[in-house]
């Protein structure tokens, strides 16, 4: 953005610090701000008639957090959840209007909300159309730790915090969630320490996402007669 519209923002902004587990917003609340993550992170979540909790995207630093509201005041269609202690600066939709009035950030605002529907498309095939192990296998190649990667000489992911939070990003049980954990680990697949996992076969998981095929063993070479 322009000076004149991050001084706009940091003028106008409000600090609000959430706890662990805090709502930002309600789903069906009005559309009447939008927020940056300044530090934390904001779950999208979604919750069934029978407090099923479903974790469909992950906001992180520097991200911004129901900035729908900047081109439609419809209500909120998920609820924003912090996740650890978290900051965010919130603007109100009464000093919209100098942010409207930019082309360069309305263009950035409808690239980001077309990166965030593919992402939520994403989200419906893997949730709606694959097994657990498939969807388990996508969420670990899509939380890959490049820079913890890179100097590990391995494929880490850092998990969340508590395994309630993982299983409800893949939409399944504790039970089912842990027990494919456990298998992919005695297999020598992946190896866990506290909530930091290693990935051996990188291969073989792409397999399990369906995002790949394992090549077939080379067959061995008959000699003469």
């Known amino acids: 953005m322009s ?3 991050v001084a706009h923002v940091a003028n106008h902004s409000i600090e609000r610090r959430l706890d662990d587990g805090e709502a930002l917003f309600f789903k069906n609340d009005p559309g009447d701000f939008m927020a940056i993550v300044v530090s ?15 974790i469909i995207d992950a906001i992180g630093v520097g991200e911004s957090v129901g900035e729908t509201a900047l081109l439609d005041p419809m209500r909120r269609n998920f609820t924003a959840v912090a996740h650890g202690l978290t900051r965010v600066l919130v603007l109100p939709r009464r000093h919209f209007h100098l942010l409207l009035q930019e082309p360069a950030l309305l263009e950035r605002a409808y690239a980001v909300l077309c990166a965030r529907l593919r992402r939520a498309v994403d989200c419906l095939e893997t949730l709606c159309l694959h097994r ?10 899509l939380n890959i730790d490049e820079a913890r990667s890179a100097t ?12 309630s939070i993982l299983a409800a990003m893949v939409n399944a049980s504790r039970p089912k969630l842990n027990a494919q954990l456990q298998d992919w680990d005695r297999s020598g697949l992946i190896s866990r320490r506290h ?3 290693r990935i051996h076969d990188m291969e073989r998981i792409r397999f399990k996402a369906q995002l790949g095929r394992l090549q077939p063993a080379p067959r061995a070479r008959l000699g003469p007669g």
């Open 3 to 5: 000076g004149r519209l």
């Open 195 to 197: 909530n930091v996992l």
């Open 132 to 141: 657990l192990e498939s969807r388990l296998a996508r969420h670990l190649l």
């Open 40 to 54: 934390g992170r904001i779950h999208k979540t979604l919750y069934g008639p029978e407090g099923q909790e479903l």
């Open 152 to 163: 590990s000489g391995h494929c880490i992911v850092t998990l969340p915090a508590t395994q």
